[in-house]
């Protein structure tokens, strides 16, 4: 996330894209974080019940 950042304050000349694609970014990032904590979940339960 940090690079497609970095990358986008750098190259994006329109300051509307920057701030849609910032959101955007963000929101991935989110839900990113939510998928790994539900595997995570699942790999616990999964080691409980082996």
Not at 17 to 37: F, N, Q, R, W
Request: charged content about 35%; aromatic content about 4%.
């Amino acid at each position: 996330m940090r690079a497609a950042m970095s990358k986008l304050f750098r190259e994006e000349p329109d300051v509307r894209e920057v701030i849609k694609l910032k959101a955007i970014y963000e929101l991935l990032e989110t839900v990113t974080d939510k998928c790994e904590d539900v595997a995570n979940l699942i790999e616990g339960i999964v080691l409980e019940n082996s």
